[in-house]
């Protein structure tokens, strides 16, 4: 039993919001690079380096979002779903080199460290950590239904942390004069960002390798199936994901051979599609139901 796929992703309620965020990074883009360019602070380059990416990031999120609306063909009959999975993945691959060519930089400037107009550097940071507060808040709901908007919500939170080390180091700087303190905090973001984007291409990953969702016990889910009416055994399991949101599985059951004859296995498909949709939240599944006087010709089956 199917069902259609041809329906919008999760991400798409979150589709505003995204554009209220992408509107303040590039606002708080242009400040920044302006006071970098003022007061000669890595630090401060680094976080508007980071909202560049930010920038490009939410943009390719905010695409992916509206291209992944699209109806299915018969040549791509998911639809778009996954163009949502490679914008977050081309998302983290931003992440990681940014979080390279910051920490050369900086340890660079660790041995001659230029020196920094600490004032203004404190300002920019501040105005920059306001901007990412709103952003994280408009995106906290998104990101727990969406891996796109995850991966959007980790950029802002990446440029928030960014943003405090950028404030710390101006406070050092005006306290004790070390402008070292610029490139230690250029070090910090570069720190704090790579284990995030790592991990957004992880998951990245287990979509595009078709893993079984995080959190989904495969065994719990067959023992469930085999505890339906009429149910002998169940094998040829396969549940991945598509995009965020939409898990989609696939079976082959075997049934006593008189449930097919009373009612075509209408009774055992219903019960399992609620089975399935009530207790593990998959609303797309197919079942091959197989009579067992026909297991016997079912050579190559798999759990």
Same mark, same amino acid.
């Given at each position: 039993?199917?069902?259609?796929?041809?329906?919008?992703?999760?991400?798409?309620?979150?589709?505003?919001?995204?554009?209220?965020?992408?509107?303040?990074?590039?606002?708080?883009?242009?400040?920044?690079?302006?006071?970098?360019?003022?007061?000669?602070?890595?630090? #401060? #380059?680094?976080?508007?380096?980071?909202?560049?990416?930010?920038?490009?990031?939410?943009?390719?999120?905010?695409?992916?979002?509206?291209?992944?609306?699209?109806?299915?063909?018969?040549?791509?009959?998911?639809?778009?779903?996954?163009?949502?999975?490679?914008?977050?993945?081309?998302?983290?691959?931003?992440?990681?080199?940014?979080?390279?060519?910051?920490?050369?930089?900086? !340890?660079?400037?660790?041995?001659?460290?230029?020196?920094?107009?600490?004032?203004?550097?404190?300002?920019?940071?501040?105005?920059?950590?306001?901007?990412?507060?709103?952003?994280?808040?408009?995106?906290?709901?998104?990101?727990?239904?969406?891996?796109?908007?995850?991966?959007?919500?980790?950029?802002?939170?990446?440029?928030? !942390?960014?943003?405090?080390?950028?404030?710390?180091?101006?406070?050092?700087?005006?306290?004790?004069?070390?402008?070292?303190?610029?490139?230690?905090?250029?070090?910090?973001?570069?720190?704090?960002?790579?284990?995030?984007?790592?991990?957004?291409?992880?998951?990245?990953?287990?979509?595009?390798?078709?893993?079984?969702?995080?959190?989904?016990?495969?065994?719990?889910?067959?023992?469930?199936?085999?505890?339906?009416?009429?149910?002998?055994?169940?094998?040829?399991?396969?549940?991945?994901?598509?995009?965020?949101?939409?898990?989609?599985?696939?079976?082959?059951?075997?049934?006593?051979?008189?449930?097919?004859?009373?009612?075509?296995?209408?009774?055992?498909?219903?019960?399992?599609?609620?089975?399935?949709?009530?207790?593990?939240?998959?609303?797309?599944?197919?079942?091959?139901?197989?009579?067992?006087?026909?297991?016997?010709?079912?050579?190559?089956?798999?759990?």
């Amino acid at each position: 039993m199917g069902h259609d796929h041809a329906h919008g992703t999760p991400s798409a309620q979150h589709r505003p919001r995204l554009a209220l965020v992408l509107g303040l990074t590039v606002l708080v883009l242009v400040i920044e690079v302006v006071a970098a360019a003022l007061t000669g602070s890595l630090a #401060l #380059l680094a976080d508007a380096g980071h909202m560049l990416s930010d920038t490009f990031g939410l943009a390719m999120a905010l695409v992916a979002v509206t291209v992944a609306q699209r109806q299915g063909s018969p040549r791509r009959t998911f639809g778009y779903h996954r163009s949502e999975i490679l914008a977050a993945g081309l998302n983290g691959l931003v992440l990681l080199v940014l979080c390279a060519v910051v920490a050369v930089s900086a !340890i660079r400037r660790l041995g001659d460290a230029p020196e920094v107009d600490s004032p203004w550097m404190l300002a920019a940071g501040a105005l920059g950590l306001a901007a990412n507060v709103v952003g994280l808040i408009v995106l906290r709901r998104g990101a727990q239904e969406s891996l796109n908007v995850r991966g959007a919500y980790l950029e802002v939170l990446g440029d928030a !942390i960014g943003s405090v080390a950028v404030i710390v180091a101006a406070v050092v700087i005006m306290l004790t004069g070390w402008y070292g303190a610029d490139a230690v905090a250029s070090l910090a973001i570069a720190a704090l960002i790579a284990p995030r984007a790592i991990g957004l291409l992880r998951e990245v990953a287990d979509v595009l390798l078709e893993s079984t969702p995080r959190g989904l016990d495969l065994d719990e889910l067959r023992a469930h199936m085999r505890e339906a009416p009429g149910v002998l055994d169940v094998h040829d399991l396969h549940v991945w994901t598509i995009t965020s949101g939409m898990p989609v599985m696939s079976a082959h059951v075997v049934v006593d051979d008189v449930v097919l004859e009373v009612d075509a296995g209408h009774g055992v498909l219903d019960h399992l599609r609620s089975c399935l949709s009530d207790h593990f939240d998959v609303e797309h599944s197919t079942f091959q139901l197989e009579p067992a006087s026909h297991a016997a010709t079912e050579h190559h089956t798999h759990r």
